[in-house]
Structures are given as structure tokens and as C-alpha cells.
């Protein structure tokens, strides 16, 4: 039950589109197409953005997109906002069990 | 509306033991899985434990094998972690975690603060 590997930070301009990965294994993220993504503010609870890799719940804004290459899963912002700073965290299914990422830190400059 | 309740927690000492409780209403709580996340201060999402929607099948980190056990009551509507031989790894805020089924987890507790200090 090794962490996903996520970048510490990422930083991007208003208007601008980043991309954060979430590196796994053969064990959980290339196996199963369970990656989901979670936006936590700081002192807020973690709130879902993506899950099952690439579907999105109703009411995330269309700017934020997921998708997976082998054991790496990716979250797409596209449009920067100033909204978007905060700590991003991926998470995987890994058969019985779940593991997070380390988590991102994004901010807009 | 869908509300997930979070009671328990506090200041424990090294080797002492607690309870948390989560009480859920505004959806059909036996229909879902639910898991345990923490986070302790500063630091990210760690997932700890699940539970299955009728309680058949529990599941836990390496880092909590064999001290902590989940566990619900479905009649009650209520997620239990018992934290036992507590240490200070284990100081972290805890939430309770609605699953829709693929680990998607869209419903969180507010988080209660397990703090263990001599």
C-alpha cells in the first residue's frame, strides 16, 4: 500500500491549463479504472471532482478532466481560475483496499 | 438531504483506546459502502478502512491492521471506528466517507480530531 506518486506543487496563470499526474502500479491504477480525484481547501473537507478516471459528478464545472495512460492517472484544469488553488489529491482502488496520492498543490499565480 | 454526522474524538493517551462514531441520514445508508479517511495536521489523505453496504466484507491499511476495527449497524444508520493501542502516528483528523460504489467518495464527514498526547 505504497502512496501514489503526485506531484508536491504545480502553478499555472488565470486562463492558462495544467495538468497533474498521479503515478501508481501494475496493482492499482493500471488494473482498475477506479482513480478518482478530490479538491481540498484548506480547514474544508475534500470534495470529488472525477471518478471512475474520467466521469465527472453533476455540478463539476467541464473545465476539469480526467484520464489514464498504464499506472499513471492524469487531472486536467483547463481555464485557471483563481477558484482553482487548492490541494488536489488522486486515489485509487487497489483490490480490497484504497490508497491516496500524496497530494498537489496547486496554485494560481 | 444527504447528511453525514461525525461524534467521538478527542485527546487520548499512547496506548489508550477510542471510538468514533458517524451517523448518517437523507439516503438508504445499508445500500452503501463507507470507508474511514484521516489526515493528520499539515499533511495529505491517508484511507484507512472500508466497510461493505451489509457489513460482510471490512478491509484496512497495513498502518491500522489489527488495531482499529470498522464496523456499522445498519438499524442505526451508523459508521463506527474502534482505534485501539493508539500511538502518535495516529494523530489525525478523521472522516467518515460515503462510497457510491467505485470509490467515488461524495459524501464526507465534517472530521473529528483524534489527538494522541501524553
Known amino acids: 500500500q505504497s502512496a501514489l506518486t503526485q506531484p508536491a506543487s504545480v502553478s499555472g496563470s488565470p486562463g492558462q491549463s495544467i495538468t497533474i499526474s498521479c503515478t501508481g502500479t501494475s496493482s492499482d491504477v493500471a488494473r482498475y479504472n477506479l482513480v478518482s480525484w478530490y479538491r481540498q481547501y484548506p480547514g474544508k473537507v475534500p470534495e470529488v471532482l472525477i471518478y471512475?478516471?474520467?466521469k465527472r459528478p453533476s455540478g463539476v464545472s467541464n473545465r476539469f478532466s480526467g484520464s489514464k495512460s498504464g499506472n499513471t492517472a492524469s487531472l486536467t484544469i483547463s481555464g485557471l481560475q483563481a477558484e482553482d488553488e487548492g490541494d488536489y489529491y488522486c486515489?485509487?482502488?487497489?483490490?480490497?483496499?484504497?490508497?491516496f496520492g500524496g497530494g498537489t498543490k496547486l496554485t494560481v499565480l | 438531504q444527504v447528511q453525514v454526522v461525525q461524534s467521538g474524538g478527542g485527546v487520548v493517551q499512547p496506548g489508550g483506546s477510542l471510538r468514533l462514531s458517524c451517523s448518517a441520514s437523507?439516503?438508504?445508508?445499508?445500500?452503501?459502502?463507507m470507508h474511514w479517511v484521516r489526515q493528520a495536521p499539515g499533511k495529505g489523505l491517508e484511507w484507512v478502512a472500508v466497510?461493505?453496504?451489509?457489513?460482510?466484507?471490512?478491509f484496512y491499511a497495513d498502518s491500522v491492521r489489527g488495531r482499529f476495527t470498522i464496523s456499522r449497524d445498519n438499524s442505526k444508520n451508523t459508521l463506527y471506528l474502534q482505534m485501539n493501542s493508539l500511538g502518535a502516528e495516529d494523530t489525525a483528523v478523521y472522516y467518515c466517507?460515503?462510497?457510491?460504489?467505485?470509490?467515488?467518495?461524495?459524501?464526507w464527514g465534517q472530521g473529528t480530531l483524534v489527538t494522541v498526547s501524553s
Open positions: 437523507g439516503f438508504i445508508f445499508s445500500t452503501y459502502a
Open positions: 466497510v461493505w453496504h451489509d457489513g460482510s466484507n471490512k
Open positions: 486515489c485509487s482502488y487497489e483490490g480490497r483496499t484504497g490508497v
Open positions: 466517507v460515503r462510497d457510491e460504489g467505485t470509490y467515488k467518495f461524495d459524501y
Open positions: 471512475e478516471v474520467t
